[in-house]
T-cell receptor
Framework: DTEVTQTPKHLVMGMTNKKSLKCEQH?????MYWYKQKAKKPPELMFV???????INESVPSRFSPECPNSSLLNLHLHALQPEDSALYLC?????????????FGAGTRLSVL | GQNIDQPTEMTATEGAIVQINCTYQ??????LFWYQQHAGEAPTFLSY??LDGLEEKGRFSSFLSRSKGYSYLLLKELQMKDSASYLC??????????WGAGTKLIIKP
């Protein structure tokens, strides 16, 4: 089983809303990632959690706030987003953050900010 | 800087063979990955190479030459469902994935 589950699949929000994206994996992976992907572009890394601790924050604006409540769950809290934040948000997990680091991706949340 | 180059788009015929090339210049190298991504869906893992040579997995094979900073993905017996983007990604010295822009593969009957 290499399943990473993301909810919701689609989200439309206004610029004053607060919403959260959720990601779950039960593969025992200890590294989890958030990526942002615009159309026809590769994924852009936003955050990495390793053993439930934030290890990488790629200079992401504070309107995006990650949270890792436990080793299976990863959230991305959204507040006061801009229309340019509209994108596909992908969660991924891997066994660890080093070595043969196969990242398995969820189906993504397609976010539209109005 | 770090750079990964792959063709933007390729077209091939159903049943044929296609080779998608990837060249890279990165700070360190801890392996190269190929992912397939259908439009609007998540990337799915296809292959991983860390040593020089060819890795074969069914209809898909991936080749790596570290000295040349070069890899290719070979797809045989193409099927319509192989129409997708193919992303090359390198794990750099910090164990971060550096992604190419992807190659859109169009399969024609």
């Amino acid at each position: 089983d290499t399943e990473v589950t993301q909810t919701p699949k689609h989200l439309v929000m206004g610029m004053t809303n607060k919403k959260s994206l959720k990601c779950e994996q039960h593969m025992g992976h200890r590294a989890m990632y958030w990526y942002k992907q615009k159309a026809k572009k590769p994924p852009e890394l936003m955050f990495v959690y390793s053993y439930e601790k934030l290890s990488i924050n790629e200079s992401v604006p504070s309107r995006f706030s990650p949270e890792c409540p436990n080793s299976s769950l990863l959230n991305l809290h959204l507040h006061a987003l801009q229309p340019e934040d509209s994108a596909l948000y992908l969660c991924a997990s891997s066994r660890g953050q080093i070595a043969k680091n196969i990242q398995y991706f969820g189906a993504g949340t397609r976010l539209s900010v109005l | 800087g770090q750079n990964i180059d792959q063709p933007t788009e390729m077209t091939a015929t159903e049943g044929a063979i296609v080779q998608i090339n990837c060249t890279y210049q990165t700070s360190g190298f801890n392996g190269l990955f190929w992912y397939q991504q259908h439009a609007g869906e998540a990337p799915t893992f296809l292959s991983y190479n860390v040593l020089d040579g060819l890795e074969e997995k069914g209809r898909f094979s991936s080749f790596l030459s570290r000295s040349k900073g070069y890899s290719y993905l070979l797809l045989k017996e193409l099927q319509m469902k192989d129409s997708a983007s193919y992303l090359c990604a390198v794990l750099d010295s910090n164990y971060q994935l550096i992604w190419g822009a992807g190659t859109k593969l169009i399969i024609k009957p």
